[in-house]
Structures are given as structure tokens and as C-alpha cells.
């Protein structure tokens, strides 16, 4: 078999995804039991039988036996095993358990929130007294301030020269708008990025030329090998460079998949074997899911693989030479490139997001191009330190081109919203995706079929339904919830802006926004009109209860309590 490691990912991913959702406590020994007994059997049901013990093996390591904690105060001390995401107070990362004071916590996975002014980093060890909570089987740790001690993290001296980097960056840097693009770009950290600015990436489909990614992994392996001219020391640079800028800058997981194929190409590379890129790729995806199964469920990693995916099974799409002048046949390969990985990753950014921008084929390919000299300037800086003050501002000339070409391709009316498919209408539409581009058809048909699919996916991922939704969330203390009725209004009952309330705003579509807060500085960026809990307006009427709140729409009530549910109904 050409790509073993296909059906090797499939499966894993299946028991994943099958104990996901009902949590079957299957011993690692049964799966292993059948991964040695393939090895007996001829080799046909020798196989069969590794794919069952495979899938066996994917159910064990999703598996959470997780008891309910009474205690209010509980001691943890565990390793840091990812880059702590940092917020407006607190800074929050996943944590391996060394040691507790409660049994079946020690050796496994559990998230803490820590206090914003501890420097913590990936593989600190720390040990502190916290509260505990358990949420839909994970258990989360909130750090009490004055009981915390920590150890420093082996590669500290990363996170410090990168520190380091962008103090100098900051100083040097043409402008503050610069800077933050720069920040993303280059270390992977989007904090200081403005809303309008973000906005406009979001609304040209470009939000991920701000995401450190594969394309990024991509630019730094093109620049070595530009520099370099000895393969055997572009082998060996690459091979020391990835892991740490993976490091670096955060633990992406489109950026820890791209320097992983990268690494296992030019290893494969050197020792003159024969490259398979698409089992490079499960490959890949099969070590990832084996180390941190639940990754199979980031957007970031979906995006990243789709894609990926996608770009692989259409080489002979996008390898096209039509053109006499070289320059006008890399523009169309961009193009073809941009449009594959689009149609690939929409199913998924419909179903998270609820909008797209077709905007973003063309635009991608433009204003990929001002950004190939950032990176490429960047690395000079990198080994410069950004001690160079005119070197810095040259490499931000090129980011604020890179700005003004993006607010150049903003277009409100280009950003489609209103989308909501379903998981299993997303399923079948990647798969025959795949069929279109695995059949050996004239390629005409093949992009005939390929617009059918894309055409027939957005007419029945539009979301018509006329009643009202109501999206409840479970908080730290009390629900917040969304009220909504398509293409009409949205009421946002929270004290905060979150990833999922600008979601459900893209695919309602509302004319007008609500917003009950305690809060109101956390939502001057919309365009809201305020609301009063015990009150009515419009056919509504919120009131707050002991537990949660009480809606009441037309003559239907409902009580939300602290959970994460949907509620919808038509009106009759």
C-alpha cells in the first residue's frame, strides 16, 4: 500500500472521535493485544486486525474517568506542556500532574489559570494551591496568588531572547499599527492587533496571513535555501531551525505540522529516499493525534490539515505552465493554490464562522507579496536582534504596504454571511471533494464539478430558519446566552466578547444588536443598543432568576440555566 498511514489516521481519529462521545473505558492492554496479534496472522487479516487495535488504541487515550472534586482547595504540582495563552487578567495553560493531593489527578492532563504577572512558559514546572472545577469531564484549576512556586523551563532561554527580541522590536518599529502586525507575524502573538484592523483581515478571508502558519514555515525554509547552496548544510540548518521556531513562536499546530513534514522531507531527502508527501502528511497527523488526541477537534489543526490535504491532491492543478513569461505562470499557480485551499477549508470556516470571503483567492496571492520581503527581512533581523533601527524600518515599510493592500481588497459587501451547515452535510461535501480531485478526469470536468459541489454545499449551508434561537453558554458563575431571530436582531446577555458570540453574529446576519451587560466598555466595538435584564422590548421579556434567567418570547418561556444548550422554535 502506497499510504499506509492514511488508513492508519482514519482509524485512530475514528476511535477519537466514537469515545469522544461515549466515553467506553477501554484498556490501552486490548489494543495493544491486537496490534501484536497482527503481527501472526497472514497479511491481508494481519492488517485488518492492526486497524482494529488502532482504532482500539484511539478510544483508550480519549478515554476521561474523571470523579467530581469536593475538596474547595486542592495542591497541584505539574509541568506546563503548551505556551500559555495570555488574556486581560489571567493567563491560562494545560498542565501535566506530577503531584496532588487528590489521587486520580497525578499523570494526567489538567487545565489551570494562573495569575497574568507569573512568568510561566512552556515546561515550567509549578506547584501551587488552587480552586478546583470540574466542567464536562476536564478539570480546571484556578491559582490562588500567594500560593505559587515555580521552576524555570529548560528552554527558558527561548522565551527570554524572544522577550528580548520584541522590546527592541518595539522600539525600533515605524509604527504601533506595524508593530502589532509584526508581533503576529513574526512570534505568533495577535494581543496588540486592533479590532478594525482585525476586522478587515476577517472580512478579505486574510485572517490567516496573520496566524502563524505552514505558509510561514514555508518562507523561513525558502529563505535557507536561498542563502545556502550546500545540501548537506541546508539539511542540517533546517533540521535545528524548525523545532525551535516552533517553540518559538507558540506551538501553532499548523506550524508544528509544517516543520514536521518539512523535517521528515529533508531528512528523507538526505538519505536519498523516496518522498511521499501525502503519507508524510498522515503520517504527521497520526504522531499528532497519538501525542495530544484532543487536538483533532482545534480549528487550527483542521484548517491546517484540510488544507494541506487539499493543496497535495491538486498539484496537478495548480502546476500549470500556460504562460511564455515565468512571472505570469507563478501568479496563476498562487491563485490556483489560494483557491484550492479556500474550497477545502470552507466546509470548516462555514461551520465554525458561519461566513466566508471569495475575496480572498484573488487577494491572497497579492498581498502574499509584500509579506514574502517581511519575513525574508525579518530573519535578518531575528539575527540582528532588532538592534538595527533601519534594517527593522525597512522590513515595517513592507508590513504597512502589506496593510494598505489589505484595506485596498476590504469590501463589507464581499464578506457572506448568514451560514450554518451541519457536521455530517460538511463531511460529505470534503469527501467529494476528494473524489473529484482523486478521479482522472479532463481537468475542464474536474473544475466543472468542483464548482457544482462548491455551488450545492452554499445553497443548503445557508441557514433560513425564521424563528429564534437561544445560545446558552456555561460560565464561571452564571450563563450567558445569545437570543436571535435570522437576518433580524441578536441579544447578547453577557459582560464579555467572545470568539463564539461573534460567530453566531456571522451566521444570524442581524440587522440590530442587543447587548444586557454589566459591562458595557467590553462592547464599544459593535454597534449595539442597550438593554435591561427585568425588562421587555420587541417580543421579548428577560428576567433574572436565582440560577440564571427566565426569557419569555411571544407566549413560549424558558428557563436558562448554567449550561451550554440551544433552544429553537418557529413562530406559529
Known amino acids: 500500500m502506497h499510504n499506509p498511514f492514511v488508513l492508519f489516521f482514519v482509524f485512530l481519529s475514528g476511535g477519537v472521535v466514537f469515545n469522544s462521545f461515549f466515553n467506553i473505558d477501554i484498556s490501552i492492554i486490548i489494543s495493544m493485544i491486537f496490534l501484536l496479534g497482527s503481527i501472526i496472522f497472514s497479511r491481508i487479516l494481519g492488517f485488518v486486525i492492526l486497524l482494529i487495535g488502532i482504532f482500539l488504541f484511539g478510544m483508550a487515550i480519549i478515554y476521561k474517568n474523571v470523579e467530581s472534586i469536593n475538596q474547595p482547595y486542592i495542591f497541584v504540582d505539574c509541568k506546563v506542556i503548551n505556551i500559555p495563552q495570555k488574556y486581560s487578567n489571567y493567563q491560562k495553560a494545560s498542565c501535566y500532574v506530577l503531584d496532588s493531593d487528590i489521587d486520580f489527578l497525578k499523570k494526567r492532563k489538567i487545565y489551570v489559570f494562573l495569575p497574568k504577572k507569573e512568568k510561566i512558559y512552556f515546561l515550567s514546572e509549578i506547584a501551587f494551591f488552587g480552586k478546583p472545577k470540574v466542567i464536562d469531564k476536564h478539570v480546571y484549576v484556578y491559582a490562588l496568588e500567594n500560593f505559587f512556586t515555580k521552576k ?41 492587533i486592533s479590532y478594525e484592523t482585525r476586522k478587515k483581515f476577517i472580512e478579505t478571508g486574510l485572517i490567516h496571513l496573520l496566524a502563524i502558519s505552514g505558509l510561514h514555515v514555508g518562507l523561513l525554509v525558502a529563505f535557507f535555501l536561498f542563502f545556502i547552496r550546500s545540501s548537506k548544510l541546508q539539511t542540517k540548518v533546517i533540521l535545528s531551525i ?3 521556531y516552533s517553540i518559538f513562536t507558540g506551538f501553532h499546530i499548523p506550524v508544528v505540522r509544517a516543520s514536521f513534514m518539512a523535517s521528515l522531507y529533508f531528512l528523507g531527502k538526505s538519505k536519498s529516499l523516496k518522498i511521499n508527501p501525502l503519507n ?11 501525542v495530544s488526541p484532543e487536538t483533532l477537534f482545534s480549528v487550527g489543526f483542521q484548517l491546517s490539515f484540510i ?24 501568479l496563476l499557480q498562487s491563485v490556483l493554490l489560494s483557491f484550492i485551499a479556500t474550497i477545502f477549508t470552507l466546509p470548516i470556516v462555514l461551520y465554525y464562522f458561519g461566513a466566508f470571503s471569495p475575496i480572498s483567492i484573488f487577494a491572497t496571492s497579492v498581498v502574499l507579496l509584500p509579506m514574502y520581503a517581511f519575513v525574508g527581512f525579518s530573519v535578518f533581523n ?26 485596498f481588497f476590504h469590501v463589507e459587501s464581499g464578506y457572506f454571511k448568514g451560514f450554518s451547515p451541519d457536521k455530517m452535510f460538511v463531511f460529505l461535501f470534503l469527501l467529494s471533494l476528494i473524489f473529484v480531485f482523486l478521479i482522472r478526469v479532463n481537468v475542464f470536468i474536474k473544475v466543472s464539478l468542483i464548482f457544482m459541489f462548491v455551488s450545492i454545499f452554499l445553497f443548503f449551508s445557508k441557514d433560513d430558519f425564521s424563528g429564534y434561537r437561544i445560545y ?29 458570540i461573534y460567530n453566531i453574529i456571522n451566521r444570524t446576519n442581524p440587522r440590530y444588536v442587543y447587548v444586557l451587560t454589566k459591562r458595557p466598555s467590553n462592547f464599544v466595538k459593535l454597534n449595539y443598543f442597550p438593554v435591561i435584564e427585568n425588562s421587555c422590548f420587541r417580543e421579548l421579556c428577560i428576567y433574572k432568576t436565582k440560577n440564571g434567567y ?3 418570547i411571544l407566549d413560549r418561556i424558558f428557563f436558562i440555566k448554567n449550561e451550554t444548550k440551544v433552544y429553537e422554535f418557529e413562530k406559529k
Open 472 to 500: 446558552s453558554f456555561k460560565g464561571k458563575h452564571r450563563p450567558y446566552f445569545l437570543i436571535s431571530k435570522q437576518n433580524e436582531f441578536i441579544v447578547i446577555v453577557s459582560d464579555f466578547l467572545s470568539n463564539r
Open 307 to 330: 488544507a494541506t490535504l487539499g493543496i497535495l491532491l491538486g498539484l496537478d492543478l495548480i502546476n500549470v505552465n500556460i504562460f511564455e513569461v515565468r512571472a505570469f505562470n507563478i
Open 382 to 407: 531575528i539575527l540582528t536582534g532588532f538592534l538595527v533601527a533601519p534594517l527593522v524600518k525597512v522590513m515595517d515599510y513592507f508590513g504597512f504596504f502589506f496593510l494598505k493592500l489589505v484595506e
Open 280 to 290: 508524510i502528511l498522515f503520517f504527521v497527523a497520526f504522531v499528532i493525534i497519538l
Open 242 to 244: 524548525l523545532p525551535l
Open 550 to 552: 427566565k426569557v419569555k
Open 152 to 192: 524555570d523551563s529548560p528552554v527558558q532561554f527561548l522565551f527570554t531572547l524572544k522577550e528580548y527580541f520584541l522590546e527592541n522590536y518595539r522600539k525600533n518599529s515605524l509604527n504601533a499599527d506595524t508593530f502589532s502586525i509584526g508581533k503576529a507575524i513574526i512570534f505568533g502573538e495577535r494581543d496588540e
